[in-house]
């Protein structure tokens, strides 16, 4: 094995030592949970005005009740960040909710049925392993407008192969089993089967995949929004804040894109590691 090689299964066994420590569960699982009751709540939470502009406080530090100080606009950063928390979870999360539908109602006909329609859907799946993430969520800003919702439909097409491709393994297993056999000499239609007894079955991979893809979608929207054609300004959204704070980070004020930053890298670290604690409980499938 050569020191590359070595080097990797350690960081590996590393990261599933980590993931698999109940404190660092416990600690992600806040976080998490700190996030979406910021998404759901942060509008209600922010102390003040997240646009509101005052250019007299223009890179102003924390004071009083403003903790994080303020934008190069003179806008409470702490409003921000929590106003902007609703548009960087529901990005993800409708990414994630089309790419595993997608993805798992590919991999289950694909499996059930085999053959030619098969081969069909897996030509398709390659056609679409050709588009890089961020360059069809580009492609879509420039052919439908710069926008959270058309960035984070490409992505989803781009992520479903990915899907389609892990989940079409676990269901052929699954396909491949004596109960599927005896259900279907029993005479229970296969869309029964399927929903009733295969899905469930898969439910843990399909979850760990969830998760894993959460931490990959908020990081390509925060990057797509980052160039200018997901979420739009005045709107706080956290890949925004990345790229508006740039200016304050040549002068030498770079809490705006430090903060916004760090939520982005908590949350991504906190789901990809629980991603993985589901993934070792349903006994290593997603990898």
Known sequence: MSAL??????????????????VVTGLCVAIVAVALLAAVLGPLLAPHDP????LNNAFVGPYGDHPLGFDGQGRDLL??????????????AIVVAVAMAAGT???????????????????????????????????AAAVFGAGLTAA?????????????????SAALRERAREYVAALEVQGLPAVAICVRHLLPNMVGLVAAQATLLFGYAMVDLAAVSFIGLGVQPPQADWGVMVASGRAGVLQGYPAEALSAGLCIVLVVVAVNLLGERIAQR???GAR
């Open 282 to 284: 349903d006994g290593g």
């Open 152 to 168: 984070a439909l490409a992505l989803a097409v781009a992520y479903t192969p990915y899907i389609a491709r892990v989940l079409r």
């Open 105 to 139: 109602l590919l991999a289950v006909v694909s499996a059930w049925l085999g053959g030619w329609v098969d081969s069909a859907i897996g030509a398709v799946l390659d056609v679409l392993f050709a588009f890089p993430a961020v360059l069809l969520a580009i492609l």
């Open 51 to 54: 646009n509101a502009a005052d």
């Open 5 to 22: 090689a070595t080097a990797g299964a350690t960081v590996g066994g590393g990261r599933r030592r980590l993931a698999g420590s109940r």
């Open 79 to 92: 409003s921000r960040l929590l106003d902007g928390a609703r548009s960087s979870m529901l990005g993800p």
